[in-house]
């Protein structure tokens, strides 16, 4: 398997525009995570999914943000409109719910709202 | 709620010289805790578990942690540090009766000087 696969691994973009992330877990994972990771406040779960279905979306910073999974084989993380603020990296995780502890990540996407 | 402490932002060791990255923790009920390490623009990969059982708990690439309720810790340790070990660490902590997902601490970035 090649792993949880993230894209774009670098995103420059303009304020105001929309931005959206991608990521394919690995396949019959049935967990899957988005973090955004900053050197101020370090790595925070912004939401995450079982069998396709949002669980927990309280970490969404706010309704500039969006999440979705339509099917077990990719989700995407939207930001409209995008924020300086919103410069960070972005990480996707999965993992199975017999080995909840053991989640691999992709290697994540640099955004820059410039 | 749950949460994570890294208290130190950097640990700086000589090469072959033991080492210990600190990690406190606090949840309501009983706790899952882990180990994750993070190499330049790379995404993060698990070293070590912490479920139920012996106290201390051995992982990947030598690195080994000791649980400890009574101080909410559970801190990491190496007896002999390897330049290669130089990275970012993250404690991690699942509430098992609060959740599903990983609780990240901010991170600690481990230099090994030869």
């Known amino acids: 398997d090649a792993g949880v696969i993230q894209s774009p691994r670098h995103e420059v973009t303009e304020m105001g525009q929309e931005v959206t992330l991608r990521c394919k877990p690995i396949?019959?994972?049935?967990?899957l995570f988005w973090y955004r990771q900053t050197m101020m406040r370090g790595l925070e779960l912004l939401i995450y999914?079982?069998?396709?279905?949002?669980?927990?979306d309280s970490g969404m910073p706010e309704d500039r943000f969006s999440a979705k999974m339509p099917n077990a084989s990719f989700s995407t993380l939207k930001i409209q409109p995008s924020e300086p603020r919103d410069s960070a990296v972005y990480f996707c995780?999965?993992?199975?719910?017999?080995?909840?502890?053991?989640?691999?990540f992709g290697s994540g996407t640099r955004l820059t709202v410039v | 709620a749950q949460s994570v402490a890294q208290p130190e932002d950097q640990v700086n060791v000589a090469e072959g010289n033991p080492l210990t990255v600190k990690c406190t923790y606090s949840?309501?009920?009983?706790?899952?805790l882990f180990w994750y390490v993070q190499y330049p623009n790379r995404g993060l990969q698990f070293l070590l578990k912490?479920?139920?059982?012996?106290?201390l708990v051995k992982g990947s690439y030598g690195f080994e942690a000791e649980f400890n309720k009574s101080q909410t810790s559970f801190h990491l340790k190496k007896p002999s540090a390897l330049v290669s070990d130089s990275a970012l660490y993250f404690c991690?902590?699942?509430?098992?009766?609060?959740?599903?997902?990983?609780?990240f601490g901010k991170g600690t970035t481990l230099s090994v000087s030869s």
């Open positions: 912490y479920i139920t059982g012996d106290n």
């Open positions: 995780a999965s993992s199975l719910v017999s080995d909840l502890w053991s989640y691999t």
């Open positions: 999914f079982n069998n396709n279905v949002p669980i927990d």
């Open positions: 949840v309501s009920g009983n706790p899952y």
């Open positions: 396949s019959g994972h049935d967990y």
């Open positions: 991690a902590v699942r509430d098992i009766q609060a959740g599903t997902a990983l609780i």
